[in-house]
């Protein structure tokens, strides 16, 4: 069973993931903020195996 944390890390996790696809279909992608977008979804899914 998640705890109401790991499913809050979770969507923010999959929020990023969507915000890192929106960007990438972009005709002129910001490659700084894709790279900055991944850095913080790497960080959550760290947490997220850290309280499991």
């Known amino acids: 069973m998640q ?7 979770e969507a923010k996790h999959a929020t990023l993931d969507q915000r890192i696809h929106a960007e990438s279909q972009r005709p002129m992608p910001d490659d700084t903020v894709i790279a900055e977008l991944k850095k913080q979804k790497l960080r959550l899914k760290e947490e997220i195996i850290a309280a499991h």
């Open 3 to 9: 705890t109401a944390y790991v499913q809050a890390l």
